[in-house]
T-cell receptor, first 114, second 114 residues
Framework: AQSVTQLGSHVSVSEGALVLLRCNYS??????LFWYVQYPNQGLQLLLK??????LVKGINGFEAEFKKSETSFHLTKPSAHMSDAAEYFC????????????FGSGTRLSIRP | DAMVIQNPRYQVTQFGKPVTLSCSQT?????MYWYQQKSSQAPKLLFH???????NEADTPDNFQSRRPNTSFCFLDIRSPGLGDAAMYLC?????????????FGNGTRLTVT
């Protein structure tokens, strides 16, 4: 069975600092991996997705993530945090063999300090 | 803009009083999902439809039912809401199942049970 683990339920960085949100996956088959962002009282919005075409994936709002098979990781980064990045971030996995079952991690709340 | 629309945004119901949440989509996607999200937790898949085929998660309580009368609409019925059913309910769509198709979310309906 596939799953994702997000390390750190809350991350706080200063405005302009590097953002690093960690995600490790477990899957018996090559996975599809996603990062979603959720602002308060809203649905989730896709930031980026990994589909095996390239290990470094660029997404919206300046975010990117790197797929590392040897580390079973798919960490999300942004070089310079902006106040508008404050939100909840979810890593998700959908294994090739799964029939439509996308599994979400427990989420990481990102806070930005002025 | 093509989108997923959930109505109402906020719903208050009484303990044990049936309630229906609505979702519509203009994306013409084959797959529609209902997720339950409790405070500070990951979205939890309740069930999904691939066209008219209904797929129930094993741990979804019988109290929760769903209907999809056509491609555009999907409903979540909670037959006898309990206090533990208070949550954000998220509707999502995707173009295909078992693939790298991302989920497109509505803004959710926040259910309060009094």
């Amino acid at each position: 069975a596939q799953s994702v683990t997000q390390l750190g339920s809350h991350v706080s960085v200063s405005e302009g600092a590097l953002v690093l949100l960690r995600c490790n996956y477990s899957s018996s088959v090559p996975p599809y991996l996603f990062w979603y962002v959720q602002y308060p009282n809203q649905g989730l919005q896709l930031l980026l997705k990994y589909t095996s075409a390239a290990t470094l994936v660029k997404g919206i709002n300046g975010f990117e993530a790197e797929f590392k098979k040897s580390e079973t990781s798919f960490h999300l980064t942004k070089p310079s945090a902006h106040m508008s990045d404050a939100a909840e971030y979810f890593c998700a996995v959908n294994a090739y063999s799964s029939a439509s079952k996308i599994i979400f991690g427990s989420g990481t709340r990102l806070s930005i300090r002025p | 803009d093509a989108m997923v629309i959930q109505n109402p945004r906020y719903q208050v119901t009484q303990f044990g009083k049936p309630v229906t949440l609505s979702c519509s989509q203009t994306l013409n996607h084959n797959v529609m999902y209902w997720y339950q999200q409790k405070s500070s937790q990951a979205p939890k898949l309740l069930f999904h439809y691939y066209d008219k085929d209904f797929n129930n998660e094993a741990d979804t309580p019988d109290n929760f039912q769903s209907r999809r009368p056509n491609t555009s609409f999907c409903f979540l019925d909670i037959r006898s809401p309990g206090l533990g059913d208070a949550a954000m309910y998220l509707c999502a769509t995707s173009s295909e199942q078992g693939s790298n198709s991302p989920l497109h979310f509505g803004n959710g309906t926040r259910l309060t049970v009094t």
